[in-house]
Every structure is written in C-alpha cells, then in structure tokens.
C-alpha cells in the first residue's frame, strides 16, 4: 500500500494515482475512444448527405451508413468499458483511504481519537472515502473531455474560423459564470460535512450509552438534542441543495446556449453558400456532441468541489503524528524492569501486583497514561527514560487497559485472542482470570459466538470482564489496568483479584482501583492524593495507619476501629463466581450490599461502572 503523501491534495491524488497507473491509464484511454466515437458520426452523417442524398448515390449512401453504425456499435462499446475501469478505479481508491486511515489510526492511537470525534472518524470512512475517490474521474472521462473541446474548436476552424471563435469564447465565458456558484457550493459543502460530523458523533454516542441513558433518564433530554442537531443538518442540506440546483441548472443552459449561436451562424453560412447542407449538418452535430464533453467537465467540476472538502478532512486526521517524545535511540531494557513515575513518586515492581488507590480518578488516570508511554512524562522503564524509547517497543510490552478499550466485532473467541495465536486451553484461562467463563457458557456457541462492535450485546459486567480476559492473555511484561473490577459484585471482584495475582505472578502488574477487595490482594498499596503518593504498604497497613485511606477505601465503616474495619475487606459469602448468565455484576441491590455495608464506591443505577 505504501506511504501516502499528504503535503497536498493535489499530491495525495497523484500518490493514489501511482497506487493503480495501469489501471488510470486504461481509464484515461477508453475515455479518449469514446470521446473521439463521438466526434466521428457528425462527420460520417456529412458524407452520407452530400455523396449519398444530394449526389444521388445509394451504394455511397448504404456505406456511409454503414460505416455510420459501425462507429456507433464501437462507441457504445467505449463508453461500457470506460465507466467499467473507472468505476474499478474509484473503487480501488475508496478501498486505499480506508485502508490507509484505518493503519493511522492504529499506529497513532490516543492522540488522533483525542483531536477527533468518533462520529468524524466515522464519517470519513463512510463518505468521504467516496467522494474523495470521485475526484478521479478527471483521469478518465475528463481527459477525454478536454480533448472532446480541443477537436471539436479544430474541426469547427476547419468549416469556418468564426465557429471555432465562438465556442473558444463561449467555454471561459462559461467557467467565469459557474466559479462564483462552484465557490459558494464548495463553502456550503464545508459547512455541511462539518454538521454531518457532529450529528454522527451524537448518534455513536446515544447508540453506545443507551443503556445509561435509560437508567439516569436522560434518554429524551439526548433525543431532543439529537433531533436539533439533525434538524440543522436538513437546513444546511437545502442550503446546499439550492446552490447545487443553481450549479447543475446553469451549468445545463451553457451548452444550449452554444448549440443555439453556432447553429445560427451555421444557418447564415449555409444560406451564404460558405457551407454545404452536408457542413452545416455536421456543424450541428459536433456543437451538439460538444454538450457532452462540457457537461463531463461540469460533473469533474462537481465532483472535485466535493472530493475536495473530503480530502481536506482525511488529510488532517492523517497528518495527526504519534506522540514521539523521542526518537526511540536509548534501547528498552533487555529484560523485566521496573516502571517509575518520579512526578508522582509510583513505582511498579516485577513479579508483584500493585494497587493504586487514589482520590482523584483523574489523577490515577494520568498517571496510567505516564506509565503507559501516552503522555510525555520523566517516568523510566527498568532506569531507561521512556520518551526515549521506541513508541512501537513500548506498544508490545507496556499494556494499558480501561473501561473504554474498544471491543471490535468477531466471535468472542477473536475478541479476546485478537492476534488468533493462542490456542483454547489458554483462552480458557484467561476468562478463567477474569471470571468471564460464564459469559462464553451463557452464549449459544460459547466461544464462537459473534459479538458485536463494542460488545453491545453484552451487559456492562460481561465486557469489562471480556476485556480484563483480553489485557491478560496478551501476557505484556507490564499490565496497567484501570479500574477493571468496578462493574462486578463484590465477591466476583475478590476472585478476579486472586486469580489476577497468581496468573500475573512473573509480571509488573499496576491495577488503578478504589475497591477495598482488590487493595486487600495486592502485594503492595499505593495511596495517591494531589497527584503525590502519600503512603504505602499492604491494605492491612493503610487501613490501620491512614485515615485518609482509611475513609476513602471503607467509606467510613467502623472508623472507630480500623483493626474490625479491616474484615471488612474480606470476600462475603455469595454465590459462586459467575453463577447464572448474570456473572455477578452487581446490577441489582445484591450485588451492591455484598461490599460490606457500602464499603464499596458509588455506581451508576445500572451497574455500568462508569465514573
């Protein structure tokens, strides 16, 4: 596929050019026949009317017939095999800026989603991918038709020099009349590919929360708004229809206007015996093929206002870089190493699991996100700075996993093993890690089952476990998991916390949570407040010696004494891990006062687990 230019447009087309120079090149050439089929009969149609009507030959007359529908057959047949090859054309250009924004995208990652809406992202790949890949037609029919106009002013120069001026004054006097309204369509494409993308984004984002919609009843007060946003949406379409109207009907007029004049002046020359009837005929005829090749011409015109604005748009999203803080020279460590945040004071051992509880979920966040190489920052990954280390090294080894780590569609078997390496026994472990067994035996072909885009046929519980199933069977020497058990109940939470620990037993594992269960299993707890952490040790430890600790994590129970609070902490007795297709996610009240007289941080209503 190669590496598109994206200095310019202009550039960015050539380089899809290049992509098909064969294929192009078949284009251009077929359009070039067709156009020169269509120059031919008006002179055939001459002959036939002065060597066969006029001189009363029937054998001249039945030839240049003839040869007349000959030409028409292999016309018709021109005209088939150019749209064919253009249309190959603009499909295989389509299929090149999916493709290439797709691997953007996936080798930028969290900048290009930072700077650009998901409805954006969405349009481009389902419209503007189109329209871009109209824009060349001007290799084919457009080629074609600028030769049409070159012929036909030759040809008309050759039945009398004033026709030939007429049509060579009349082609820029109808460019100088179609620019102002091509420039006003092209500012009100822009105004409507912009709504366009605000109103998909909206859509995305009602379709993915829905479930939270209803359970905050916020659904109508989002539809409304919907609604307003689509209702502009029409507003600027009719906008934009009125001036495309204007466009295409002037644009229609211009050439009827030509064949209107010249045929006029035909009329006079034939009347003035300057021209035969069999000229003045195929005068006609070519001022009327000439229609053609114009409104080719007006459709590129057309289609590269709107390509244009399309191409602005991919262009931008693929000049987005990755975050390079270096230039990745200082090799990464050979081997396991620890990860340090010195702006916050985290360090991430090997071969322990470490729990960052914190005040601020922001602050946790962002200090996942240093961790993780996503952010420029002074941490070090085994005493190597990492901004200096290659981004790709870092991706392969380093694994941050949230709540909102995309889920895309496939069988739960390609959604969890994502590289397809692994083979079942270890898939199986994976969701044993997770508690998510559950959720491949509650779909009807288990781990065959199809999934859809983001696991929207799963509840809020069952993804969050499904993408835990995945961080871990990627096995990175580095896990960094934010938050991964906050939509499970509790007693589900306390074996996800155990089997995470063993199966994790060789690597760095980092899990950001507030969840007293969890902290209760790692081998060390670190207590954030203001970005800082302010102590560490076992969650017996902090339970015991930190009130600030004590107070965010027990939420208050027993804090006259820390020594009882710290049963609290303990896994309640419950049902089995995963029991029924529910797996325990602490969607209802059970699940909720299984955390220890409300140990456990505050949910949403509907056990999404959103912050």
Same mark, same amino acid.
């Given at each position: ?7 310019? @447009?202009?550039?960015?087309?050539? $380089?899809?050019?290049?992509? !098909?120079?064969? /294929? ?9 026949? $067709? ?11 001459? !002959? ?15 030839? $240049? ?45 969290? @900048? ?149 004049? =010249? ?25 009327? =093929? ?104 870092? /991706? ?57 885009? !983001?696991? /929207?046929?799963?509840?809020?519980? !069952? ?8 961080? =871990? ?42 969840? @007293? ?6 081998? /060390? ?87």
């Amino acid at each position: 596929m190669g590496t598109p230019d994206t200095r310019g @447009p202009v550039r960015f087309l050539w $380089w899809l050019v290049r992509a !098909q120079p064969g /294929r192009v090149a078949l284009g251009s050439f077929w359009g070039i026949v $067709w156009m020169v089929g269509l120059l031919v009969p008006p002179y055939l149609l001459s !002959q036939a009317v002065d060597e066969g009507l006029r001189a009363g030959d029937r054998a001249a007359l039945l030839g $240049w017939t003839g040869v007349f529908a000959g030409v028409l057959v292999f016309t018709a047949l021109a005209s088939i095999l150019r749209h064919r090859t253009m249309a190959m054309v603009r499909a295989h250009a389509s299929l090149h800026c999916t493709r290439v924004l797709a691997r953007h995208a996936a080798l930028v990652g969290a @900048p290009l989603s930072r700077g650009t809406s998901s409805g954006d992202l969405s349009v481009v790949q389902s419209a503007d991918a189109g329209r871009i890949s109209q824009i060349l037609t001007l290799f084919g029919p457009g080629i074609g038709s600028v030769l049409g106009c070159v012929g036909v002013v030759v040809i008309l120069w050759g039945f009398a020099p004033v026709l030939a001026v007429v049509v060579l004054l009349g082609l820029p006097v109808t460019a100088l009349v179609l620019a102002p309204l091509l420039r006003r369509m092209h500012d009100r494409q822009n105004t409507y590919r912009d709504r366009e993308g605000e109103v998909t984004t909206l859509a995305a984002d009602i379709v993915s929360g829905l479930r939270v919609l209803c359970g905050i009843g916020g659904k109508e007060r989002f539809a409304r708004r919907y609604r307003e946003r689509s209702g502009g949406l029409v507003r600027d379409g009719y906008r934009l229809g009125a001036v495309t109207s204007w466009f295409e009907e002037v644009s229609q007029c211009a050439p009827l206007v030509f064949t209107a004049v =010249v045929t006029w002046i035909a009329a006079r020359l034939a009347v003035s015996g300057e021209l035969t009837v069999g000229e003045t005929v195929a005068v006609y005829g070519y001022v009327a =093929v000439l229609v053609v090749p114009v409104f080719q011409l007006v459709e590129v015109a057309t289609d590269f206002s709107a390509g244009h604005v399309s191409l602005t748009r991919l262009l931008a999203l693929l000049r987005t870089g990755p975050d390079r803080y270096g230039g990745g020279e200082v090799p990464p460590p050979p081997g396991p190493g620890e990860l340090a945040d010195p702006e916050s004071g985290v360090r991430v051992p090997t071969g322990a699991l470490t729990a960052l509880v914190g005040a601020d979920p922001d602050a946790s966040a962002l200090v996942a996100d240093r961790l993780g190489g996503y952010v420029d920052s002074a941490a070090t990954w085994g005493g190597v700075p990492l901004r200096e280390v290659d981004p790709a090294v870092v /991706r392969e080894r380093i694994l941050v996993s949230d709540n909102d780590a995309y889920l895309f569609a496939g069988t739960l078997r390609e959604v969890v093993d994502v590289h397809g390496g692994r083979d079942e026994v270890e898939v199986d472990l994976a969701l044993h890690t997770a508690a998510a067994t559950d959720v491949a035996e509650a779909l009807p072909d288990g781990l065959d089952s199809a999934v859809e885009t !983001q696991g /929207r046929d799963l509840s809020g519980g !069952q993804r969050q476990r499904v993408r835990l199933a995945r961080a =871990v069977l990627a096995d990175p020497e580095v896990l960094i998991l934010v938050e991964p058990t906050s939509a499970v109940d509790a007693h589900t939470e306390a074996a996800i916390a155990e089997r995470l620990r063993a199966e994790r037993r060789g690597g760095a594992t980092l899990v950001v949570t507030s969840s @007293p269960l969890v902290a209760d299993r790692a081998d /060390r707890v670190l207590f954030l407040v203001g970005g800082r952490v302010v102590a560490e040790g076992t969650h017996a430890e902090l339970v015991a010696e930190c009130a600030g600790y004590r107070a965010l994590v027990l939420r208050g129970a027993d804090e006259e004494d820390p020594r009882n609070a710290v049963r609290h902490t303990a896994a309640p007795p419950g049902p089995a891990v995963g029991a029924g297709a529910g797996g325990g996610e602490g969607s209802g009240a059970d699940g909720h006062a299984a955390a220890a007289d409300g140990a456990r941080p505050e949910r949403l209503p509907d056990g999404e687990g959103e912050r």
